[in-house]
Structures are given as structure tokens and as C-alpha cells.
């Protein structure tokens, strides 16, 4: 087993033990700040802004909580089902503030896995957003489910809703009721239950802890320049732990929050909010750096933008960073003040992360898990390199398990954010739980300096007949450069049919842009726009090893079987080729 270097702490950074520590911790040292941000649009009018602050924020937690304890949920199950917003988030304090445990549901699941989710853990009672009605409704009329309280997250008629919630706590605690703040919390107990988005159909249920969450956001604001006083975009979903610890993290640092209006108005929004620190996944950080690349050599300033990136690259060496003055009109592009972006979720474009970084933008990459609350591993503005997860977070151990002699292994990890286990599932928790390390399934390796590179999942690596291992992830990752490419996995197929199964080709499944391939070579043939791609991956082989080279493709414009976060089901479209 071969250790693995920590990130070194450069920030102060407070430890709570737990969610009514951090919530009042927020409350006394930012109490007049903004902690969200809530555009309200009504019909024909401009909208409006709402500022919640930090000292609001603790007072709608105890006037919901108040609530929650008057109307009996104390010690219940309370699942969350929305998108993001200010209510899902006063909502999940409020639970975890002594209420009970919190059942995060993600909200593109179809009807059958929220029924599924919902009678898998028991939950007693759903806090919704009105546009999952439908659900709700379906929810009620098969009874399945042990839910006796519907709660929407706005006044709906038949409901009871949490404005009706927040006002019958303020009148209790007005009155003088204040059994809720002094509820009692183990910060060691299950208090959430996550289920993880899998690429199977019955995914897992993670249990955390509070101390599980509280432990990773006091590492995560050690090492990451996380500032009272930004202004965060809460984008990555809530219902999974990147985006909820995410969001936690920027409560303690005392950054103000605000909501993406959609996908389609994320750069419109960014600018709108003036955002200066953003986590997000590459997918994003990709598709927005593209969109700068494109509107610079619309704008003819493709030789002027080349020219400052070297020059800033020469001054940098010496000290001198220049970077947001000398593209500043790019910078602008993104509201002017977007300082620091932090990728997780998968691999990203090096080209992009560099070209984020090039133009003053910090971007570094993280690397997590669910069962891990979720962050193990990280880059900050001091500690990176190009294609790594950076080191291991302060307080986690990570390893790599039996290396093989290139150095490659499992990716281990322990510490206090590593989940307690499974729910009601010891068998699958014994496979990951081992003499108290969380093994990822991640393979990884550690180059001379520490950095940490993963090289694909365990269970997806390709063992061809020569004894040679190849990672489909390394492969993808090339793929993914070409622009016409919207998602590709790459897999083994035995040579011939009816053949060795040991006897391996490899093969590559691409999904293109349709409109691309019009725009930039003027045709929708299949026929021509698979010779087009073939070439491409002709070229790609001719840089790689003979045993890594793909000799198949299949090419369509149809999109394949993916999870709601998007991973593609590998052993689904597998099992459909």
C-alpha cells in the first residue's frame, strides 16, 4: 500500500460539530451579510430580488423547526424533492437541526424510482416543489409509500406549504416556544440518506453523519480560496453531495448564494449576479470556454488574444500576473468578477482548465465521492498540475492498493468523512467498507511529486489477450476533444463472432452534434459523416500504442442510456449493442 501526500492548509478554518453549530456560527459572524439571493418574476413585471441574510436564514430555520416540532415530526424521515432553491435548503437545515433525517430525492427521476426511493427509506413525510405535482399526486393515490405529510415549497391549494409553516412557527416561538433550538444532535448518527444516481437500477442508499459533512467542509475551506463575500451560483444539484456540501461550504466561508434561472441562461446569470466563485462540473467549464473561443474569432481578435496569452505566460514566470487586466473584456464576458471555479463530478478537458487558468480565472479540480461526503482528493491555486486530483484533502488518508508495477492500484481512502455505510445493505457495504478503508473502485497511480492521476474505474478496465490493460477513460478523454463529439464510451468486443471472449477489439461508440457536422461540413449523410469521424480516430491512433488503438466505431446522432447526473450506462449500452 503506498500513501498518499495531504494538501497543505493555507486558510483559517472553524470545525463545527455540527448543523445548529455552523448555523449559528454563520449567524453571529455574518449576521447582516447576504447569505441567498431570490429572484421572484411575476407575469409582465420586471422581478424582484429578495436578500435573505445570515441572520434571517437562522431565524426561518427555528420558525420552520418550530413548526416541525408542533405538527409531530420530531425523530421522522423528511424527504426533499425540487430543484435548487432557497426553500430546499432552508428546508434541509431545519431537518438536520435536531428535526430528524433528511432524504434528499433527485429530481430527474422517473415516477417508479421515487416511489422506489420513498418506501426504501422510509421517509414519513415529502417537502416538494410544485412542479413534481404530478408525482405528488400519483404518490398519494397508490399508498404506497408510509409519507402522511405532503408539504409544498409554495401556497398550493390542498396543501400545506411552507409559508403556512414559516408562519404558524413565527407566531410559537413569537409566543415563546423554544423546544426546537435545544433538540438534541449526535453528530455521529445517520442523518442523511443519500441515494447514489449508480449506473444500475437500484442504486444504493449512502448514510452520513453530520460530522461526515461538517469534517469535509472544514477541510475544503482549509485549502480552497473560498472568501466571505463572494457570490456563489448554487448550480450542481442539491440531492447530491457535491452540490449540497458544496453549498455548505459556502455558508461557513460567508459567501452570498444565488439561483441559475436554467441551463440556457447560465452565462446571462453569471454576469447578472456579478458570481465570483463557482463549482460546477467540466461539462460547463467546457462548454463555456468554447463559447469564448467562438465569439473571440467571430470578433476577428484570435491573433491579439494569442499574443497577451504569451506575454502573460513570460511575466508570470517572473512574478508578474497580468492575466485579468490583459483579458479583461474576456472576463467581462463572465460579469468581471469570476475568480474561482472548482470542477468535480468527472474528468475535465485540460485544454479548458488551462485556458480558464490562462485568462485569470483559478480553476482547479477536485475528486469525490458520495460515500465520502463527498471530497477525498483536490487542487487548489497553489498545489496543481494539469491533468491530476491534486493530493488528498487535510484529515483524509488516501493509498493506492496493491500497485501493480507500473504503480497503478485501487484508490483507498479513510477519514471522517467516509460514510457510515449502506442502508440495510451489509453486503454491498462489506465490499467497499474494508478494515476501515473506503475502497473507490477508482484505479489511480501517483506521479514523483504526489499528484494523484486516475486512470478509469476498476470494474470498466479492458483486459486484452496480451495481457495489456487499457482504460476506456483515457481513451474517451480524446475522443471528447473532437467538437462534433457530444458522448462516446469505449468497450471490447471479441474480434470475431462467436469468438474468444479474451480475444478483444476495441471499440469506440460516438454520439455527434448533427448540427455541427451541417454547419461545418455541410452534410447529414451518415454514410460521409462516419468517414469523417473515422478519419479523425485514425489520427488519434496514430499517436497511440498499437494495443490501445481502436479498430471499430459506431457512429449515431442517438444519445445513449445515461443516468439523471448524466454517466452513461456502460453495461446497459453494452448489453444493447
Excluded at 555 to 576: H, L, N, S
Amino acid at each position: 500500500m503506498k500513501k498518499i501526500q495531504e494538501l497543505k492548509p493555507i486558510f483559517p478554518s472553524v470545525f463545527h460539530k455540527d448543523f445548529r453549530a455552523l448555523l449559528d456560527y454563520t449567524a453571529q459572524t455574518y449576521e447582516k451579510d447576504d447569505a441567498f439571493i431570490v429572484k421572484h418574476r411575476l407575469p409582465k413585471q420586471e422581478p424582484t430580488y429578495e436578500h435573505i441574510t445570515y441572520g434571517d436564514f437562522r431565524c426561518q430555520v427555528n420558525h420552520l423547526g418550530t413548526a416541525f416540532f408542533n405538527r409531530g415530526f420530531l425523530g421522522k424521515r423528511i424527504a426533499i424533492l425540487g430543484k435548487n432553491r432557497y426553500e430546499w435548503m432552508l428546508t434541509y437545515f431545519t431537518t438536520l437541526c435536531g428535526i430528524g433525517i433528511c432524504v434528499p430525492l433527485d429530481k430527474g427521476l422517473p415516477y417508479d424510482e421515487v416511489e422506489s426511493s420513498l418506501i426504501r427509506s422510509y421517509a414519513d413525510v415529502l417537502v416538494f416543489d410544485p412542479a413534481h405535482l404530478l408525482t405528488v399526486e400519483e404518490l398519494k393515490k397508490s399508498g404506497k409509500t408510509q409519507v402522511t405529510d405532503f408539504i409544498c415549497m409554495d401556497e398550493l391549494e390542498g396543501y400545506s406549504s411552507l409559508p403556512e409553516l414559516l408562519t404558524e412557527g413565527k407566531a410559537l416561538w413569537d409566543g415563546g416556544e423554544r423546544s426546537y433550538e435545544s433538540l438534541p444532535i449526535d453528530p455521529e448518527a445517520v442523518s442523511i440518506i443519500l441515494f447514489t444516481s449508480g449506473t444500475t437500477s437500484m442504486a444504493k442508499a449512502v448514510q452520513l453523519s453530520q460530522q461526515n459533512i461538517t469534517s469535509n467542509v472544514y477541510s475544503m475551506l482549509k485549502v480552497e480560496d473560498v472568501r466571505h463575500g463572494d457570490i456563489n451560483m448554487a448550480f450542481l444539484p442539491y440531492h447530491h453531495t457535491f452540490g449540497s456540501t458544496g453549498q455548505i461550504v459556502m455558508l461557513a466561508a460567508g459567501t452570498t448564494t444565488t439561483y441559475c434561472d436554467g441551463l440556457k441562461y447560465l452565462q446571462k446569470n453569471i454576469v447578472e449576479y456579478k458570481v465570483s466563485v463557482f463549482v460546477c462540473v467540466p461539462l460547463l467549464i467546457e462548454s463555456i470556454y468554447k463559447r469564448i473561443w467562438a465569439t473571440v474569432k467571430k470578433q476577428g481578435l484570435e491573433g491579439k488574444v494569442n499574443l497577451g496569452l504569451k506575454l502573460s505566460k513570460i511575466l508570470g514566470k517572473i512574478g508578474i500576473d497580468v492575466r485579468r487586466k490583459l483579458f479583461k473584456e474576456i472576463l467581462d464576458q463572465l460579469g468581471g468578477n469570476l475568480r474561482l471555479v472548482i470542477s468535480g463530478a468527472s474528468a475535465i478537458d485540460p485544454l479548458a482548465m488551462e485556458g480558464f487558468n490562462a485568462f485569470g480565472i483559478d480553476t482547479v479540480q477536485g475528486y469525490g465521492m458520495t460515500e465520502a461526503s463527498p471530497v477525498l482528493a483536490s487542487e487548489n491555486c497553489q498545489t496543481r498540475r494539469t491533468g491530476s486530483i491534486g493530493k488528498a484533502m487535510p484529515g483524509v488518508e488516501l493509498a493506492i492498493d496493491e500497485p501493480n508495477p507500473e504503480g497503478i492500484g485501487e484508490l483507498i481512502a479513510r477519514g471522517p468523512n467516509v460514510m457510515l455505510g449502506y442502508y440495510e445493505n451489509n453486503e454491498e457495504t462489506a465490499k467497499v467498507l474494508k478494515d476501515g478503508w473506503l475502497h473507490t473502485g477508482d484505479l489511480a497511480y501517483v506521479d514523483e511529486d504526489g499528484f494523484i492521476f486516475i486512470c478509469g474505474r476498476k470494474k470498466n478496465v479492458i483486459v486484452l489477450k496480451n495481457g495489456k490493460n487499457v482504460y476506456p477513460e483515457e481513451l474517451e478523454l480524446l475522443i471528447s476533444n473532437l467538437p462534433y463529439v457530444e458522448e462516446n464510451m469505449v468497450f471490447g468486443q471479441p474480434r470475431h463472432k462467436d469468438g474468444d471472449l479474451k480475444d478483444l477489439a476495441l471499440c469506440a461508440k460516438i454520439v455527434y452534434k448533427p448540427d455541427y457536422m451541417k454547419e461545418t461540413y455541410g452534410t447529414d449523410n451518415p454514410s460521409q459523416i462516419e468517414a469523417i469521424i473515422k478519419k479523425d480516430i485514425d489520427a488519434i491512433n496514430d499517436n497511440l500504442p498499437t494495443y490501445k488503438q481502436m479498430l471499430r466505431i459506431i457512429v449515431t446522432d442517438e444519445p445513449m442510456i445515461k443516468t439523471t447526473t448524466g454517466k452513461v450506462k456502460r453495461f446497459e449500452e453494452e448489453k444493447r449493442l
